[in-house]
Structure formats: C-alpha cells, structure tokens
C-alpha cells in the first residue's frame, strides 16, 4: 500500500479527540499552509482561507456555534450535536475553513450558480487536504458545517470575535487532536460497485 493510501484510511471521522499536541499551533499552521497552497482550485483562485484557532480563542469560537445552533436546530439534533461542541471546546484547536467571496467574484467571471459551485469545490479540496495532513501529523478529526450561510449572517458573529473580514465567508470547521478512542470501522462499498471500466 502506498503511503498516500495508508494516510488516506487513516483519515477518519473521530469524535472522540484530546487537547494534547505534539507540535505547536504554529507548526501545525504551517504545514496546513503548504497543503492548501497546493490544492487545487477553479481557475487557480485560490479563494481559501485558513483560521486556526486554539486555546481560549477555540473555545470562544465553540460557544458561538454551540448558542447560535442552539436556537436554530431543533431540541433532538441539538442534544445530539451538544457533544461535539464540547469536545470541540477541549481539543487542541480548530480549523476554521473560510472562502473569500470577493477574490471568488474578481477571479471567478461566470453566473453566480456557477461560481456558488466552484467555491464549494475549492473549500472541499482544501478540507480534505487539510484533513490528510493532520491524518499523517498524527491527529483525528472531524469536520462540522456549522454556521455557514453568508447571506444568513451565521457566522458574522465569529468574523467580529476574531476581526476578520466581513467578505470571508465561514464553510466548515474542523477540530483537531489526538485519538482517544478510534472510530468504529465503516462497512465500504467493494470496488466494482464504485468503479467501473469502460473499453472499446
């Protein structure tokens, strides 16, 4: 198996995550910076954007999601994701993936549709770049969708808590640390399911 396949099944969902790190935030930084340097995007706009946070700016960060989800999901989901938050709280930091809407228009000249798209391609390459590197750093993660909607305003409140653009718009966040208890293993579709080949 090539190392690319053995960090790609080491990368897994994991909920249940530590806050102790063997490396600084500001080297876990940098080498998340030389991944989504390197992923790809639409038309090379490189319209991603990384905050990390850790320390009591990850847990400020949580208790945004956790009240502004509170009113918004429903008392069953909001029970069920209550968990994740705190977790979350206590990890060793959390990637917050954000896209830059007006490098995505300057760059991107096509319909709105289409560029609506490309910026959900562009966020997803960068996310599970990301989610790879830490893989082989020797992190679990879990990647959230909490708070998007830029017209929503969702995340407007976490833009003004860490001064950040009011362009950038929130995609995902992904907190990090080590494994305290792995994943369960996920029945997987066999291959000729998935892949087919089509010849003359």
Known sequence: MSNFLEIANKRRTQYMIGGEANHSIEEIAAELAK???????????????????????????????????????????????????????????????????????????????????????????AEYAAWLRLAELGYGANLQHFNIGFQQGFDRSIKEALDLPDHWELNAQMSFGPVIEPAQNLEKLNHEEQVRIIKD
């Not at 991603?48 to 956790?66: F, H, M, P, Y």
């Open 35 to 125: 991944v989504i340097t390197a992923s790809p995007s639409a038309f090379n706009s490189q319209t991603t954007r990384l905050v990390i946070v850790a320390g009591s700016a990850n847990q400020k960060v949580w208790e945004i999601i956790d009240g502004t989800q509170k009113e918004i999901l429903d008392d069953g989901m909001y029970s069920y994701f209550k968990g994740v938050f705190e977790t979350a709280k206590n990890a060793v930091g959390t990637v917050l993936f954000f896209e830059d809407r007006q490098a995505l228009e300057e760059k991107v000249t096509t319909t709105p549709e289409r560029r609506e798209l490309y910026k959900e391609q562009n966020a997803a390459m």
